[in-house]
């Protein structure tokens, strides 16, 4: 049996079609997972978990991390392996090169995000289970998402202004390349990864590699998806079907941060768009023979029709 913490998101729903396809039972848990009881009953006799939950960013402290202790106190016991989805917020700023899909630690000089404070949080708890008890945690990495139903920002608000026939918000150099990782081929990567034989784990990032209480390697299963690359703002907008797109005003957003929660955020997560900033997913996607993903145009289409 596998626990999928968040069915109905995004995500959650194209695990549970990936885990049915391959024959696998599946059970879900959708209400009252801020309860670590609840988890841990619905995690008993499961021998995997994958956490889905899908929240507006100005959620994910506490929610997120709390929801990592719990899953962390289910899994303890009967070994579960764990499936979570992330991302690349709070990486080190580094543009036009590939991202390692484990980055490296944060430090004083980075700049300061608070969605990259809660992931780095979210997978040290996770990290914490590995290390201690030996527990196969998968985490598989995207940068900006979209799908049918997904609500990430910013795609989501992007796939709105398309379908009513909107230029696209962009919110950064209209001539600059983004990637966008479509969350169905990042649910089934995880699966695929799930039922498969374990990805070598990555050496740990240089900066910590000469801690000699450290083993070389991070206690985490990385996989990296960083999906399709557009070349600018104005590409992206084609493929939507859109008329155009439209810078996002900065000071507008910095303006709106001071009263708004979900404006901050985004407002800390604008450096991912000064330069073209994309995973490197070719360990990833040599270790996982078979795995293909869903053609663009096909992604688009279902993401349009589904909202």
């Known amino acids: 049996m596998h626990l999928v913490i968040g069915s109905t998101s995004c995500f959650g729903r194209a695990v549970v079609e990936a885990l049915g396809d391959a024959g696998e039972p599946v059970s879900v848990l959708d209400d009252g ?13 499961c021998r995997s978990i994958t956490v889905a939950v ?3 960013m100005e959620r994910w402290d506490p929610d997120l991390v709390r929801l ?44 300061p995000c608070e969605p990259g404070r809660v992931r780095d949080a979210m997978e040290a708890t996770y990290a914490q289970l590995a290390e ?50 479509y969350v169905p081929d990042l649910a089934r990567l995880g699966v695929h990864a799930l039922l498969g034989p374990p990805l070598p784990r990555p050496r740990r990032a240089p900066d910590l590699e ?12 990385v996989y990296a998806l960083h999906g399709h690359l557009a070349p600018g703002a104005a590409a992206w907008a084609q493929l939507l079907g859109a008329p155009g797109a439209r810078r996002v005003a900065r000071p507008w957003l910095h303006l709106q941060g001071l009263w708004s929660a979900s404006h901050r ?43």
């Open 33 to 45: 997972w801020r309860s670590p009881e609840a988890v841990v009953a619905a995690a008993r006799g």
């Open 210 to 221: 000469e801690d000699a209480d450290l083993p070389p390697w991070s206690p985490l299963e």
């Open 265 to 307: 955020q985004i407002r800390e997560v604008l450096y991912t768009w000064t330069g073209a900033m994309f995973l490197d997913e070719r360990e990833s996607r040599a270790w996982l023979t078979g795995f293909t993903e869903t053609p663009l145009a096909v992604a688009i289409e279902r993401t349009l029709r589904h909202g």
């Open 132 to 181: 201690l008890h030996g527990h196969r945690v998968i985490v598989v990495r995207a940068g900006d998402t979209f799908g049918p139903g997904c609500t990430a920002w910013p795609a989501a608000d992007m796939v709105a202004a398309a379908r009513a026939k909107r230029p696209i918000p962009w919110p950064g150099a209209t001539d600059v390349g983004h990637s966008f990782t």
């Open 54 to 56: 899908e929240l507006p």
């Open 68 to 111: 990592a202790e719990s899953v962390c106190l289910a899994a303890e016991p009967t070994g579960a392996t764990i499936l979570v989805p992330s991302n690349l917020y709070g990486f080190k700023v580094v543009y036009d090169v590939p991202l390692p899909a484990n980055p490296p630690a944060a430090d004083i000089n980075d700049v």
